[in-house]
Structures are given as C-alpha cells and as structure tokens.
C-alpha cells in the first residue's frame, strides 16, 4: 500500500538553511491538496525571567515578547510558495511554539498531537568533530519519531 500524505509538519528555525525545507513539505501535497503545518520552536529556557527583567523604556516585557511572536508569525507566513497560495489546494497552519527544554521533543509532540503523517526538516549534513559539537535534532527526531520524516540536506 503506498502511503497518501493528508498533513505535512514542516519546522524551520527560519535560518536560510532551515527555510529550505518549506518547499519539500508543499511539494509532497501540491496537486492533491492537504494541510503543511509550518512550525517554529522557540527555546525561551534563557529568556529573562520578568519577576527580575529590565524592559526598554514605555515597553513590557509582555508586549516585547508579543512583539517577538507576532513577527515570527510574518516571517513564517512570507514562506509559504506563492503558487500555492494562487492554487488554493493547500492549507497552512502557521504554529510557534515557546518550548523551554527540548526542541527534538516538541517537535515529535506536536507531530503526534496535530496527527500528521510527515515531518519535514533541513540539516546541515554535518559529520565528525561538527557533529559531535553541534549536535542534531534532526538526528534526534529521526531516532524519536514514530512517523516518517523527511530530511532536506543543505547543498554545498
């Protein structure tokens, strides 16, 4: 039996590299329509904690922080193929998600609450000494996930 796609998450860390995977996840749905979840986790375990934080002048901590969110939103929605909008077949649901902990985690999480049959993601490709500093969660979702997922490899 070959698997049909319905619903497609897609993450991006809205670096040039993770942006690279938004047009492989429309891609696996264009023609026969579904949903792409575009997801950016934000790890907000080093954000000031606001008993103790400083805001700029005239500004809360609050609204700076839904100033944050509301631009994320922009940059997340600016990707989505024009062509797709045009055609209308495809929905998007544009998710950011504050996690404090473990990106790889919310990742798989929100993969198994939203039920979608795909994750899509970019990696670097990095190997040896890189990669044993810098780490993968892309590493960690294909170790974690139970879904496929689908890797996007940076072109050099």
């Known amino acids: ?13 809205l670096s040039p590299l993770g942006n690279t995977a938004v ?5 696996v749905l264009a023609g026969q329509g579904g949903t792409v979840i575009l997801l950016c986790a934000v790890d907000v375990s080093g954000m ?4 103790y934080a400083q805001p700029t002048p005239g500004e809360t901590l609050a609204e700076e922080r839904a100033e ?4 994320l939103f922009s940059s997340l929605e600016a990707l989505v193929p ?4 045009a055609e209308g077949k495809v929905k998007t ?10 990106v790889h985690d919310a990742i798989c999480e929100e993969a198994e609450a939203k039920e979608v049959d795909l994750i899509v993601m970019a990696s670097h ?8 500093l810098l780490g993968s969660v892309v590493e960690q979702v294909l170790r ?7 890797v996007v490899r940076a072109r050099k």
Not at 23 to 27: F, G, N
Not at 48 to 51: E, G, I, S, T, V
Not at 82 to 85: A, G, L, Q, S
Not at 93 to 102: K, L, Q, T, Y
């Open 23 to 27: 047009p492989h996840a429309y891609a």
């Open 82 to 85: 024009e062509e797709i909008r």
């Open 93 to 102: 649901e544009v998710r950011v998600m504050e996690i404090a902990g473990s």
């Open 125 to 132: 490709g990095y190997s040896g000494m890189k990669h044993l």
């Open 48 to 51: 000031p904690d606001p008993l």
């Open 144 to 150: 974690s996930a139970d879904r496929p997922v689908l």
């Open 68 to 71: 944050i969110r509301e631009d």
């Open 1 to 13: 039996m070959i698997p049909k796609y319905q619903k497609v998450l897609v993450t991006t860390d």
